[in-house]
């Protein structure tokens, strides 16, 4: 077995772990990165923004956005179930990490609200054209190598090694050789999240159940940060997230360009609508509403008047860094393709979509026409739909998407304290051991808080951030 030594182990390269290597490697300490991925990145090269208080952009654009205001608003969304002093630790640190991330050379692009009238905007994007999250990764991938960081890839950490009382490294599996046992003085997990162990979910997650959540994003962790750290003494906090969206489809993207609009009705399964359709753009509201359906199908129904009021309303920002630059333009061939392999139904009456639904056709003519008679009034009287997005669907062709509910990621896991040290039982630290990332716990409780915008992408970079940090600081200080 091969034998290496290093002053800091990170267990996992993606946003959380190359951050953590990063501001480890600021302070010139010998540190190592152990990825179970053919290259770096992990989810952290899906997220299009970053959420920030008090950010050099933000100032620039004379967005005044207090600290202690979007703190009680993030305690307040959870029900205080969260720890506080975690979540000042990272708001505190969050726009100091946009300034040191613009030092290495990541380019903002702008700050730009991510929900309708958001207040304060948060949202920190890159481009249009480009995730955020590969800009950043790409720039911290970079600065490791230049300062020497043992990148290595393909290698998931199998144990961590402990004396009895602390961590003192860990063992390492190789994908392509033998077992590598890492002696280190620190080490800090940021593998990822157990969205990709079934085992887990149904423990941590009882309310969810696997085969009605698609996942069409992200990668499937299998939570062996939290299998490890809890092996090592470290506890498991008691609140779980899973980030979810709805109505989502697999494949067919463009479509996503109606998907994503107010305007539509959403039916379940027995041809009836259910909840306001303008949560559409908080993804979280969206998932619970769908998970509450039998199946958690929602059947998405719209005309060619709607199709038309998209196209002529462009899009707004969000929508242009969400959704397929060339979205427009094959739109009409995304729509044959679905209606082909059966996720959409296009017909010139009611029947036709009854039909494609399964429902009774004097049911679903009901409906609609309560949906159409609220919008003559100017006032859902069932669900309070904002008047703005009520427009009547009384002439086809109709337009049915059979859309479900996905999975992006879990959040929650190791109890940490705001130093990211990972804690027992008795909330005293596992000497040695950090968490970072989504596999810490305490930052988000029952419902992904899409009014902090990007959250989970700036919370994973600051924790990862603060637990480099912290470890690179107590090595030198031993030294």
């Not at 929900?115 to 600065?143: D, Y």
Request: aromatic share 8%; charged share 25%.
């Amino acid at each position: 077995m091969e034998k290496v030594k290093t002053d800091i182990l990170v267990i996992g390269g993606g946003a959380s772990g190359m951050a953590a290597a990063a501001a480890a490697s600021e302070q010139n300490v010998k540190v190592m990165v152990a990825e179970s991925k053919g290259s770096v990145g992990g989810n952290g090269l899906f997220p299009r923004g970053i959420f920030a208080v008090g950010s050099p952009i933000q100032k620039q654009k004379l967005i005044f956005a207090d600290k202690d205001e979007v703190f009680r608003d993030c305690m307040n969304y959870s029900h205080w179930k969260i720890d506080g002093r975690i979540i000042r630790a990272l708001i505190e640190k969050s726009g100091d990490t946009i300034k040191w991330l613009m030092d290495m050379g990541v380019e903002f692009y702008d700050v730009v609200h991510h929900i309708p009238n958001q207040n304060p905007e948060v949202f920190h994007i890159t481009s249009p054209k480009e995730n955020a999250g590969r800009v950043v990764m790409r720039t911290l991938e970079r600065v490791c190598r230049e300062r020497g960081v043992d990148i290595r890839t393909a290698t998931p950490a199998k144990s961590l090694i402990t004396d009895g009382k602390k961590v003192t490294g860990a063992v390492l599996s190789p994908k392509d050789g033998e077992d590598i046992e890492v002696t280190a003085g620190k080490v800090i997990i940021c593998s990822g999240g157990f969205a990709g162990n079934e085992e887990m979910i149904k423990e941590y997650l009882p309310e969810y159940d696997p085969e009605r959540i698609a996942h069409n994003v992200g990668m499937l962790s299998k939570g062996d940060g939290l299998r490890m750290a809890k092996e090592a003494g470290a506890d498991i906090e008691g609140n779980f997230t899973m980030e979810m969206a709805s109505p989502k489809i697999t494949g067919h993207a463009p479509l996503n360009l109606l998907l994503g609009k107010p305007y539509n009705v959403w039916l379940n399964s027995f041809g009836k609508r259910f909840c306001d359709e303008g949560i559409v753009y908080n993804f979280a509201l969206a998932a619970n509403a769908a998970l509450r359906q039998p199946g958690a199908v929602v059947y998405v129904f719209f005309n060619e008047a709607m199709i038309q009021r998209t196209l002529r309303d462009g899009r707004d920002m969000i929508e242009l860094i969400h959704i397929p630059e060339d979205a427009e333009s094959k739109l009409q061939s995304e729509i044959e393709a679905a209606q082909k392999d059966g996720t959409l139904c296009k017909a010139s009456d009611l029947s036709g979509i009854a039909d494609f639904m399964g429902v009774k056709l004097e049911d679903l003519e009901d409906e609609i026409w309560e949906y159409n008679t609220f919008c003559m009034g100017g006032r859902d009287k069932l669900f309070a739909k904002d008047i703005r997005y009520l427009h009547e669907m009384k002439d086809g062709p109709f337009y049915c998407v059979k859309a479900g509910v996905d999975m992006l990621i879990t959040h929650g896991g190791i109890r940490v304290d705001e130093y990211f040290n990972a804690l027992d039982k008795d909330q005293l630290p596992v000497e040695n051991l950090f968490a970072a990332g989504v596999d810490f716990g305490g930052a988000d409780a029952d419902i992904y808080n899409v009014n902090m915008s990007g959250h989970g992408f700036g919370f994973a970079l600051n924790s990862g951030r603060i637990a480099g940090e912290t470890a690179a600081m107590e090595i030198k200080n031993q030294g």
